[in-house]
């Protein structure tokens, strides 16, 4: 049993809530050498470098009901905001 954040409607308990990312921010990730290491096909440890680059974080996410999720989803997928 929760609040939904976007709505404050009390849900039930046998509902799961859902994280609803409503901020996000860009983020720069820096190149990395030697980030991951594995082994390779003749079973010696080899190192891969991480490119790095941009993308998106979440900054911040709320948990809302089922109804305001799919409502949610579908206004940011025609670029609506509420
Ligand atoms: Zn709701």
Partial sequence: MFIGKNCNKQVHSNQPSFLYPFKKRLKQYPKRLAANTF?????????????GGTGLEIAKEMGVCKSCYDLL??????????
């Fill in 73 to 82: 989803e579908a206004c940011q997928n025609i670029n609506i905001s509420l």
């Fill in 39 to 51: 082994k390779g096909r003749d079973a010696k440890l080899k190192c891969s470098d991480e490119p």
